[in-house]
Each structure stands twice: as C-alpha cells, then as structure tokens.
C-alpha cells in the first residue's frame, strides 16, 4: 500500500515529498513537491501579511501619539510667548 506524506514544514519548499513503500523510501511526482512549495510559500506570505497589519496598527499608534504631542509642545509655546 502507497502512503504520501508531506516533510516537516521546517524544510524549505525545495525538499522533495517522499512516498514511504514498505521499507523504501521514493520521491513523489512533481506535482507533489510543488504543492509543498506552495503550500510553504502561502505560510510565509500570510506570515507577512500579518506582521504588516501589525506594523501598520503600530505606525497609526505612534503617528497618533506624535500628534498630541506636537500639539502640546504647541500649547506651551504660545503660553510661553504671552
């Protein structure tokens, strides 16, 4: 009996998929080894996705809190200059 399993995720997506047949190891077709580069490919991408949301939430945070402080050093100025 044929049984396809997929490497560890932790292997780049240049490994090959192998096919375990009793005691022998062989290599899948290539339309196995490039569904394991997409699908290694698609986890980094929404790996990205998510630190560019993340990164993006942080910019607004800061770009908020340079605004209020720009208008606090403002605010002291001109009651500094009365």
């Known amino acids: 009996m044929w049984e396809c399993r997929l490497l560890p995720k932790k292997i780049e997506a240049r ?8 005691n022998e190891t062989r290599v899948c ?3 196995g080894v490039a569904l394991a580069a997409i699908q290694g490919l698609n986890q980094k991408v929404d790996e990205k996705e998510t630190r ?4 993006a ?3 607004s945070e800061l770009k908020a809190r340079l605004q ?10 001109a009651k500094r200059k009365k």
């Open 15 to 22: 490994a090959a998929v192998a096919i375990f047949f009793k």
């Open 29 to 31: 077709d290539a339309d």
């Open 52 to 55: 560019l949301q993340a990164q």
């Open 57 to 59: 939430e942080e910019i």
């Open 68 to 77: 209020r402080l720009e208008q606090l050093l403002e605010t002291k100025n």
